[in-house]
């Protein structure tokens, strides 16, 4: 199973309408970040946040990491067909004594017209 | 100037030979890393590295190889391609801590 559980799998909106994707951890997360992948592209640095209760926006995209540090949702709010992709959470973690970024298995996001 | 650079973007090679991927980089960054995506997989990590000449195996290490002989660049090789192995590789490097900055990717197929 994966140490960050992303939800939805796969989401459709409609054009206009607000969604959330969440990442989900059993473990405190130390640094969890946001990244936006375009179907056939690289991945897209989004957003990262460190502290319990933090909210970061940019644009129409806005990400809250819970008080707990277990769980961060990011929210966007009148989709647009920009919005369209493949979004997944990382976060930190030091695994004999090297840094790296372990991985949710991506939420797919289609929008209708 | 993007950063880092991977080469080739796209590759068609037959089963049994070698394949090398290169990953460059000009943010003087101390990790790579060596990822593969696939459907239903999400990216798993292949080989990573934390200096030059210090290598260590990810999840799915078997049937690759890495070196790393300059700050700047991180190969990866295929030693003996097989039809498992046609996914997308995408590179990323990171300073001490942070996230990730990741390269285009390369979509290799195995005939």
């Known amino acids: 199973s994966q140490e960050l559980e992303q939800s939805p799998q796969s989401l459709i909106v409609q054009e206009g309408k607000n969604l959330t994707i969440n990442c989900t951890s059993s473990?405190?997360?130390?640094?969890l970040y946001w990244y936006k992948q375009k179907y056939g592209e690289g991945l897209i640095f989004l957003m990262m946040?460190?502290?319990g209760g933090e909210e970061k926006s940019h644009e129409k995209i806005t990400a809250k990491l819970d008080e707990k540090k277990q769980q961060s949702s990011l929210h966007i709010t009148a989709s647009q067909p920009s919005h369209a992709g493949i979004y997944l959470c990382?976060?930190?973690?030091?695994?004999?004594?090297?840094?790296?970024?372990?991985w949710g298995a991506g939420t797919k996001l289609i929008i209708k017209p | 100037d993007a950063g880092i650079t991977q080469s080739p973007r796209h590759k068609v090679t037959e089963t049994g030979t070698p394949v090398t991927l290169r990953c460059h980089q000009t943010?003087?960054?101390?990790?790579m890393y060596w990822y593969r995506q696939d459907p239903g997989h999400g990216l798993r990590l292949i080989h990573y590295?934390?200096?030059?000449?210090?290598?260590d195996k990810g999840e799915v290490s078997d049937g690759y190889s890495v070196s790393r002989s300059k700050t700047e660049d991180f190969l990866l090789t295929l030693e003996s391609a097989t039809s498992s192995q046609t996914s997308v590789y995408f590179c990323?490097?990171?300073?001490?801590?942070?996230?990730?900055?990741f390269g285009s990717g390369t979509r290799l197929t195995v005939v």
């Open positions: 990382g976060a930190g973690r030091v695994k004999d004594s090297n840094y790296q970024l372990i």
């Open positions: 473990k405190t997360l130390y640094g």
């Open positions: 946040l460190q502290k």
């Open positions: 943010e003087n960054h101390r990790y």
């Open positions: 590295s934390y200096g030059v000449k210090d290598t």
């Open positions: 990323a490097i990171s300073a001490l801590l942070g996230g990730y900055t």
